[in-house]
């Protein structure tokens, strides 16, 4: 027996063989793209997508209200300026029932999220209910590409002043952008006397609780961060006369204040995670204002690759052109 003998092919064979490859080819080619194709042809209703997303920070909510007295508390970093960044068994809880919440409805659909990492337990209760469609009124259906579509959720925004029980700055927090710009927000408060949700749909309809009273103060009320503020205060000091300061934790919390016209404007200098101020900025949005970068340009949700805005906020209703300049 001779095994160490030279297999010859001849021209059949090599054909049958080159043959077979090119198949095999252009099948995995094809496979991909019809694939793709069918991805990109997925619609989503957004009409749909809010009543989902209503849902989904509420059920977050839940569960943060659920932890608050069972919690483990674990550091996962230090800020710019040295303070612990902590997450909590609640951030979990509230990641998972979120996410589960809009894939249960939307399997395709991106969503980025601050706790992405974790891993949730598939037996999890979630209520997958949807409100009805008495909720929005009489608004129209609007059918946009899932491809365009990238949701932002913040399921425990105040970490840090959750576990110090400031229960009131606590929310959870769901925005769905649309080729990058902020279209639909929500932010739910779970520890208010009645849990409440602010919700709106730029240029289609909002809660019945987003109401802007425009301010008699003399002086401009600005709302900054209480952990995260910088030097924002030397260079409001600097730069700006008849100012009153107000310190407030959670990017939501102080949005709505802009939002109900409790601030004049909500100022932040140092870099900031787009699932923090998305649905924020959406709903400022939602109610005639603008929330841009402190060089006055929009903030772009699309790109997945860069959750961090890195050029400060300035978020205002009426008084825009004020601030922007002075940070």
């Known amino acids: 027996m001779n095994l160490g003998g030279v297999i010859r092919l001849n021209k059949t064979g090599t054909c ?9 080819c252009l099948y995995t080619f ?20 809010l009543r989902v997303a209503i849902r989904a920070a509420q059920n977050g909510g839940s569960k943060v209200v659920a932890a608050k007295d069972n919690l483990k508390i674990k550091v996962k970093g230090l800020t710019k300026e040295g303070m612990e960044e902590s997450v909590t068994t609640a951030d979990y809880l509230s990641h998972c029932a979120i996410m589960g919440t809009l894939k249960h409805a ?3 659909l991106n ?31 609007e059918l946009v590409d899932i491809k365009d579509i990238t949701v932002w959720m913040d399921p425990l925004d105040a970490t840090h002043e959750y576990t110090e029980k400031l229960y009131n700055y606590v929310t959870t927090m769901v925005c769905v952008a649309v080729r990058g ?7 739910h408060k779970p520890f208010a006397a009645e849990p409440q949700t602010s919700w709106a749909w730029v240029d289609k309809i909002k809660s019945s609780n987003l109401k802007y009273t425009e301010s008699n103060h003399d002086n401009l009320k600005v709302i900054i961060s209480m952990s995260h503020s910088g030097e924002i205060k030397k260079v409001l000091d600097k730069n700006m006369k008849n100012y009153e300061l107000i ?14 016209g409790n601030v004049d404007a909500y100022l932040h200098i140092t870099a900031i995670k787009k699932w923090d101020i998305c649905a924020g900025n959406a709903i400022i949005n939602a109610m005639g204002g603008k929330m841009t970068t ?34």
């Open 16 to 24: 049958i063989i080159f043959g077979a490859i090119l198949v095999l």
């Open 30 to 49: 094809t496979s991909n793209l019809t694939n793709n194709n069918a991805e990109s042809a997925i619609k989503i209703n957004l009409k749909q997508l």
């Open 106 to 108: 939307y399997p395709s």
């Open 111 to 141: 969503v980025i999220s601050e706790e992405s990492k974790v891993e949730c337990d598939k037996n999890q209760v979630i209520d997958f209910s949807e409100f009805t469609d008495g909720i929005l009124g009489d608004v129209e259906d």
């Open 181 to 187: 710009q902020p279209i639909i927000g929500v932010i």
């Open 247 to 260: 310190s407030a934790a959670g990017a939501g919390y102080k949005s709505l204040e802009v939002a109900s």
């Open 294 to 327: 402190k060089f006055n340009n929009l903030i772009d949700y699309k790109d997945e690759t860069n959750v961090k805005n890195e050029n400060g906020i300035v978020a205002t209703i009426t008084k825009h052109s004020l601030f922007i300049g002075k940070l």
